[in-house]
């Protein structure tokens, strides 16, 4: 057997160990020199994928401490992070959970969506533009971010008091007759720059 299909076999072996959380088999591996970052020639999943994946807390911590790298996307453009279904494994790699809706007064059901944000990037800016990235919406319309049930989100330092599961409401301007949502022209007869939002950023 060629170095490189060996090097294959024990790439893939690393991955299978750490779907199943045997971090015996993981710490062997990986102590051995197999390549933590390697990736799947087909999915693109790296071992940290698979153990977010199946939720190992245990391995995930473990992998991140021998270098593996959270920011590795799959084939199909996913992080390790969105792969995991526990607060607890999102904490570790570094991302707050948030859950984001647009204010609606007149909807009788306006669910929450859950958003991550880096930990290394609370700041008013990457927050206003992770809600509008998850939301669809410019952010020439957002008038103001509020974290239920009223406190309004101004400065950086107030993102970054933000607790995980924390709920906040994204306020929009009225707008008579004008859709706010970014996929659409129109907006040629007021100009898009908000002065409030932007005085709001510093």
Same mark, same amino acid.
């Given at each position: 057997?060629?170095?490189?299909?060996? &090097?294959? =076999?024990? +790439? %893939?072996?690393?991955? =299978?160990?750490?779907?199943?959380?045997?971090? &015996?088999?993981?710490?062997?591996?990986?102590?051995?020199?197999?390549?933590?970052?390697?990736?799947?020639?087909?999915?693109?999943?790296?071992? !940290?994928?698979?153990?977010?994946?199946?939720?190992?807390?245990?391995?995930?911590?473990?992998?991140?401490?021998?270098?593996?790298?959270? %920011?590795?996307?799959?084939?199909? #453009?996913?992080?390790?992070? +969105? !792969?995991?279904?526990?607060? %607890?494994?999102? /904490?570790?790699?570094? =991302?707050?959970? !948030?859950?984001?809706?647009?204010?609606?007064?007149? $909807?009788?059901?306006? #669910?929450?969506?859950?958003?991550?944000? #880096?930990?290394?990037?609370?700041?008013?800016?990457? *927050?206003?533009?992770?809600?509008?990235?998850?939301?669809?919406?410019?952010? $020439?319309?957002?008038?103001?971010?509020?974290?239920?049930?009223?406190?309004?989100? /101004?400065?950086?330092?107030?993102?970054? /008091?933000? +607790?995980?599961? +924390?709920? *906040? =409401?994204?306020?929009?301007?009225?707008?008579?007759?004008?859709?706010?949502?970014?996929?659409?022209?129109?907006?040629? #007869?007021?100009?898009?720059?908000?002065?409030?939002?932007?005085?709001?950023?510093?």
């Amino acid at each position: 057997m060629s170095t490189t299909s060996l &090097d294959k =076999e024990l +790439q %893939e072996r690393l991955r =299978e160990a750490s779907a199943i959380g045997d971090i &015996d088999e993981v710490r062997t591996l990986v102590e051995s020199g197999v390549n933590v970052n390697s990736q799947n020639e087909i999915n693109g999943w790296t071992c !940290l994928h698979w153990a977010c994946k199946r939720n190992h807390k245990h391995i995930v911590s473990y992998l991140l401490s021998c270098g593996a790298d959270k %920011e590795i996307l799959t084939a199909k #453009d996913e992080l390790a992070s +969105q !792969l995991t279904s526990k607060p %607890e494994i999102k /904490r570790l790699l570094g =991302e707050l959970v !948030l859950k984001v809706r647009i204010q609606n007064p007149n $909807a009788r059901e306006n #669910d929450f969506i859950e958003v991550e944000l #880096d930990r290394q990037e609370l700041t008013y800016r990457s *927050l206003l533009r992770v809600c509008c990235r998850e939301l669809d919406i410019s952010a $020439a319309h957002v008038e103001k971010i509020r974290k239920l049930p009223n406190t309004m989100l /101004r400065k950086d330092k107030d993102v970054a /008091r933000l +607790q995980d599961f +924390q709920e *906040l =409401e994204v306020v929009l301007e009225k707008a008579e007759g004008l859709s706010l949502f970014s996929g659409t022209g129109g907006l040629t #007869d007021r100009p898009c720059y908000n002065m409030k939002a932007s005085r709001l950023t510093y």
